[in-house]
């Protein structure tokens, strides 16, 4: 998925929600627990989520979009579920953790040979939109798994080949995140850090594995930047992209055999546990040193801190793009950001309880915004995202699920694991971390390329740590397992089935062939109003103005508190020269939309016409 747009579109999200939900009813009829202790009670919290995310249905007002919604959500479910049966029935987590590391690796290695060719695609306002096609999504595609991998470089239980590998990998990767100049990332690298240092019990390990990807930005960020600067001065952006590319390969390569020949050294040489504990020690009190230093001399640099972070929160409030002319890392600018979350706030504070319905924000925003921005459908933030659409009872079980899969490794962290253990604890904390913090101001929910890795390692943590033969499930809970996978597949199936069938009427030129396919789509999901607007257009195709008239007004009873299907009617009225209808739906469009200017000028150039045709 992170090759194909993070798997953002049922296109591509569906086949894998069906994948997952074979192998969950696989595992159920083969007696495979869906996990045991903590790993049971998250996924009963997850499930419950989940059910509560798909009764959003019942209240939302695009129910289309609710159920859309709540099938993403069930994918996540059947990830978690497959992951922890697999895991607690003796699957490997290295593997499963490599493959999570290797997998984005994989993605930034196809990436940069194409991106001098592929600027005018690849780039967008300076910034790299990469395969996901988001900046900041493809910045957590290439940085969610980072600490994963740092963990892995620096364990002896890796083959060397393998640490060689993730550490080349995550040098790749973060080097090409670089380019997406997110600043998400990089506050959320800052706080995934102290995590992964205070967690982990092999910090000297850590910290010589840290140092490869960690050098290999550092040296090459200059370069990097400079891609950034041309764009912006108007210079040769893929000139400097071409400058750059063989140091960012020479420094992965170099990451890689520094993993390789370490595991080699490990292989053959050890170190007494006393001096690996205190320089353990020593590293962990550097990172907590230098970090209060910096902290330190920023403050001394900055002055009054207090007036320093109220001048920092109003530039975010007022998206104050100083800094950007030197690295859009140096500005706070909120692109937006402030507006987004107090429209969601607002839907949370008059619906908190139920919320306004999965993926329901949309509408809210355009009727409550303060300022005129782009195309925007989730409020960037999963927290409020959560509780503006899923209210008070979806935020309190999602919190539930995150908080069971953190404490139970927590507690097995400082329980009895050993020294691997305690750092593989470490690494999937900062890693959940690093998603959560990066994800509190995005929409990487609707991202399962980005959010799965998570859930894979949400799993591990919840997981027993300890195998031992489960054992099978009796018939009558091997039922009940398979109909909760074939119920998921059930939701899932019709909206992908739909969507491959709309696609299919583009590909068509007979409108009436096309509009066949449209009414398969419509059968499978008929709560889908962007189905009744391609039914509008194949029908005015087709010279069949009623049912273009029919379709529109349907798209409006499903999707009645957003402005665009009011709009597309208005613009149907004008076509057909019935200004007074036009007229009509372009204030209800207006109502629910009322800064946008093309509307208002439609409007006012629409009742200065009516007001001539009176008076004459």
């Not at 504070?349 to 915004?369: D, F, S």
């Not at 062939?513 to 509008?536: I, K, M, Y």
Request: aromatic share 10%; charged share 15%.
């Amino acid at each position: 998925m992170g090759a194909w747009g993070a798997g953002y579109f049922v296109t591509v999200w569906g086949p894998v929600a069906l994948l997952l939900a074979a192998l969950a009813l696989a595992l159920s009829l083969a007696g495979v627990p869906p996990g045991r202790g903590a790993a049971r009670a998250a996924l009963g919290l997850l499930a419950a989520y989940t059910l509560w995310t798909f009764a959003s249905v019942l209240w939302a007002a695009n129910k289309g979009d609710a159920w859309a919604g709540a099938g993403k959500t069930a994918v996540y479910l059947l990830a978690f579920w497959v992951a922890a049966a697999l895991v607690g029935a003796g699957a490997s987590r290295r593997w499963a953790l490599a493959a999570s590391v290797l997998g984005p690796a994989a993605v930034a290695a196809l990436t940069l040979p194409v991106l001098p060719e592929s600027m005018g695609q690849m780039f967008h306002a300076n910034r790299l939109l990469g395969t996901v096609n988001y900046y900041n999504g493809e910045a957590a595609l290439l940085l969610v798994p980072f600490w994963v991998a740092v963990y892995l470089g620096g364990s002896r239980q890796a083959h060397p080949l393998l640490r060689g590998a993730v550490l080349a990998g995550a040098a790749l990767s973060a080097q090409l995140a670089v380019l997406t100049q997110s600043r998400g990332a990089m506050f959320a690298m800052a706080a995934s850090l102290p995590v992964f240092f205070l967690l982990s019990g092999k910090r000297l390990r850590g910290l010589l594995a840290l140092a490869a990807p960690a050098a290999a930005v550092s040296l090459s960020f200059p370069e990097l930047n400079r891609v950034y600067l041309e764009f912006l001065n108007e210079g040769s952006p893929r000139e400097a992209l071409q400058a750059a590319l063989p140091e960012v390969w020479l420094l992965a390569a170099g990451a890689g055999l520094y993993g390789l020949a370490w595991g080699a050294a490990d292989a053959v040489w050890s170190v007494d546990r006393r001096v690996v504990r205190a320089a353990g020690a020593v590293a962990l009190a550097a990172v907590l040193v230098g970090g209060a230093a910096g902290a330190l001399a920023a403050v001394q640099r900055v002055g009054d801190p207090v007036a320093w972070a109220g001048e920092k929160w109003e530039a975010f409030r007022t998206n104050d793009t100083a800094g950007q002319e030197q690295s859009r890392y140096l500005s706070v600018s909120g692109s937006g950001r402030y507006t987004l979350w107090r429209v969601a706030w607002e839907d949370f504070a008059r619906h908190p309880v139920l919320g306004v319905g999965t993926h329901n924000y949309e509408a809210t925003y355009y009727r409550l915004r303060e300022q005129t921005g782009g195309y925007v459908r989730q409020p960037h933030s999963l927290p409020l995202e959560v509780l503006a659409e899923r209210g008070v009872v979806g935020g309190a079980l999602l919190a539930g699920f995150l908080a069971v899969c953190v404490g139970a490794g927590l507690r097995e962290r400082f329980g009895s694991l050993g020294g691997e253990g305690r750092a593989q604890v470490g690494a999937l904390a900062a890693a959940v971390a690093y998603w959560f913090v990066h994800s509190s101001a995005e929409w990487f929910w609707q991202m399962p390329g980005v959010t799965l890795p998570a859930f894979l390692y949400l799993a591990l943590l919840a997981s027993p740590w300890r195998v031992a033969r489960p054992s099978p499930l009796r018939w009558p809970l091997r039922a009940a397992a398979a109909a909760v996978a074939l119920a998921a597949a059930a939701a899932v199936a019709p909206l992908y089935l739909a969507d491959r069938a709309e696609a299919q009427s583009h590909g068509l030129r007979d409108p009436r062939e096309a509009l066949a396919a449209v009414e398969r789509a419509q059968s499978l999901n008929p709560w889908d109003p962007r189905l009744r607007e391609r039914e509008a257009e194949l029908a005015m195709q087709a010279g069949q103005w009623e049912r273009a008239e029919r379709a529109y007004r349907k798209a409006i009873e499903l999707n009645p508190r957003h402005f665009a299907p009011y709009m597309r009617l208005a613009t149907y009225y004008e076509r057909r020269g019935r200004l007074e209808d036009a007229l009509r739906s372009y204030r209800e469009a207006l109502r629910r939309n009322p800064l946008d200017e093309e509307l208002q000028r439609k409007v006012g150039w629409l009742a200065s016409s009516a007001g001539r045709e009176r008076q004459e």
